[in-house]
């Protein structure tokens, strides 16, 4: 079965700072990755998302990650973060069966960002 | 256009009754699914519905859950003789049907608190 790690569960960086969230996933096949942000009493957003291809994808709000086959790791990362970025991130793994994915998300790490 | 909408936002019950916790995905998105988050468990995946196919209930953690689709659109999630452990956040999600991109679009969640 398929697992998603995100080792850091709490991460506080300053306004302007670079930014880098790890995730590690275990899965059998070609994984399809996703990142999703969830602010406050909100739904998730979808960031960014990998199937195939180039290797580094590119998101919405200057989001960008890299998919490692050889680490098995999909790290999101930002040149320099908002106050706005504050929210908590969601790595996930899709597992492609029947026409949709069932995702399964890792325990997801909260964004602090310190003016 | 519209996302996913989810009613109600907050649902307050008590140990012991039923509820129904409904979902409207975005027009014309074939796919449907359930995910359920607390603090134990995190984001998991309950159920999943691709157009008239029988759907994925793999998720389901007892059989006092179920949920149903009715026209291809509307979902329902039903909770029978609810427990504590049941308190989390329900959240539907709908993409639509391609062969290589699942992107899931997210509601803002079902909070459900049993007393």
């Known amino acids: 079965a398929q697992s998603v790690t995100q080792p850091d569960i709490h991460i506080t960086v300053s306004e302007g700072a670079s930014l880098e969230l790890r995730c590690n996933y275990s899965?059998?096949?070609?994984?399809?990755l996703f990142w999703y942000v969830q602010s406050p009493g909100q739904g998730l957003q979808l960031l960014l998302k990998?199937?195939?291809?180039?290797?580094l994808v590119q998101g919405i709000k200057g989001f960008e990650a890299e998919f490692k086959r050889s680490q098995s790791s999909f790290n999101l990362r930002k040149p320099s973060v908002h106050w706005s970025d504050a929210a908590e991130y969601f790595c996930?793994?899709?597992?492609?069966?029947?026409?949709?994915?069932?995702?399964?998300f890792g325990t997801g790490t909260q964004l602090k960002v310190e003016l | 256009g519209a996302g996913v909408s989810q009613s109600p936002s907050n649902k307050v019950t008590e140990k012991g009754k039923d509820v129904e916790l409904r979902c409207d995905p975005i027009?014309?998105?074939?796919?449907l699914y359930w995910y359920r988050q607390s603090l134990g468990q995190g984001l998991e995946f309950l159920i999943y519905?691709?157009?008239?196919?029988?759907?994925?209930k793999s998720g389901l953690p007892s059989d006092r859950f179920s949920a149903e689709r009715t026209g291809g659109s509307v979902s329902t999630l039903t909770i029978q003789r609810t427990q504590q452990e049941d308190s989390a956040v329900y959240l539907c999600?709908?993409?639509?049907?391609?062969?290589?991109?699942?992107?899931?679009?997210f509601g803002p969640g079902t909070r459900l608190t049993v007393t």
């Open positions: 519905f691709q157009g008239n196919s029988a759907p994925d």
């Open positions: 899965y059998g096949a070609t994984p399809y």
């Open positions: 990998y199937f195939s291809g180039d290797t």
């Open positions: 027009s014309g998105h074939t796919a």
């Open positions: 996930a793994v899709g597992s492609f069966t029947g026409g949709g994915n069932k995702l399964t």
């Open positions: 999600a709908s993409s639509p049907w391609t062969s290589g991109s699942n992107e899931q679009y």
